[in-house]
Each structure stands twice: as structure tokens, then as C-alpha cells.
């Protein structure tokens, strides 16, 4: 029998029948099928014998937040100190940045400044000045800013001695000049 909605088998011949060309659906079993295996299933897996550990408390405090009330009965652990007053603390282990000297950074841009000649003179000789005093101060208060400070004394020194090589350069340059130039208002 053929149905009307499926198209028909490229080598098919029409006005044959399809029982021929179409296989069965379920095979046929042969004569001689083994029989059924000897060897029993595997049991079934059995739940293991773990247990979940028990855990105790812990034998540090909780930690103390900010403005947090001490609790009764914890002390800090051994080897580490109280917690310092809310507001003060560092985070973390971390010490506390050193403050700055402002005649070092001042000094430092200042000698920076005359040192690219926008203030030749002025510059360098100020942040060699600075320098020196800011360096005093971070002897005495151990302020941060030692390099800065440094950095305005050399830099001011060297901008010094440079403009004043080219000022020499350039008066000896004017009196040379001078001495053996053209004579004006002679024939």
C-alpha cells in the first residue's frame, strides 16, 4: 500500500507493492540466543561512612568594629596588642604615612623652575635656600621629604653655577667685543 503523503522511493517502481522494499520494524530474534549471563549484578553502592567534622568555638574574639563596645570575657589574642581608639587606627598592619615637608616640595619646584630657566636665577637660587632649611626641619621632626629636599639643593646649586657661568661667558663676550670690535663713526 502506498500512502498518498509520503513521496515515493527514488528506485521504487510504481504500481509494486511496499512491503517488500520496507524492512521490518522489530528484528526477528535468532534461533540461537544466548541465554541469560551467570554473573549476578553488582550490589548496590552503599552511603559512605563519613561523619561531618564537629566544630568547637573559636578561640579568638570576633572582631572589633568601630565605636563597638568590648565584650566581657575575650582579651586579644596572644602576641597582638589592643585595638587602637576608633578614628586612630591603621588599616591593617600598615603604618601610618609620614607626613611631607611643605619647604621641601616648595624647595623642589622652585629649583625645578629655575633649573628650565622660566625663573633662571631666582629659581634655583630660592630652592637651593629652601632645600637646606626644609632639610634642618626634617632632622629635627622627622618629616618625609628628605629626597625632594635633596633634589631643590642640587637642582638650585646647578642652576646657580650655570647661570652665572653664562653671565661671565657673556660679559667677557661684551668687553671682547668691545675691545676689538668694529669702531663706529669712522671711516
Do not use: C
Amino acid at each position: 500500500m502506498t500512502d498518498p503523503h509520503t513521496p515515493a522511493a527514488p528506485d521504487a517502481v510504481p504500481g509494486e507493492s511496499d512491503a517488500a522494499a520496507t524492512p521490518p520494524l522489530t528484528p526477528p530474534t535468532p534461533a540461537s540466543a544466548p541465554a541469560a549471563s551467570a554473573v549476578p549484578p553488582a550490589p548496590p553502592y552503599a552511603a559512605p561512612a563519613y561523619q561531618p567534622p564537629t566544630y568547637q568555638a573559636p578561640a579568638y574574639p570576633p572582631p572589633a568594629y568601630p565605636g563597638a563596645a568590648p565584650q566581657p570575657g575575650y582579651a586579644p589574642p596572644a602576641g597582638y596588642a589592643a585595638p587602637p581608639a576608633p578614628g586612630y587606627a591603621a588599616p591593617y598592619g600598615y603604618a601610618p604615612a609620614r607626613k611631607t615637608n611643605t619647604l621641601a616640595i616648595v624647595s623642589m619646584i622652585a629649583a625645578i623652575v629655575g633649573f628650565i630657566w622660566v625663573l633662571p636665577f631666582i629659581g634655583s637660587l630660592a630652592g637651593a635656600i629652601m632645600g637646606h632649611l626644609s632639610l634642618g626641619q626634617i632632622k629635627r621632626t622627622g618629616e618625609g621629604g628628605r629626597g625632594m629636599a635633596l633634589t631643590g639643593v642640587i637642582l638650585g646649586w646647578i642652576g646657580v653655577a650655570i647661570t652665572v657661568l653664562i653671565g661671565i661667558f657673556f660679559i667677557i663676550a661684551i668687553f671682547y667685543g668691545a675691545a676689538n670690535g668694529a669702531r663706529y663713526g669712522s671711516a
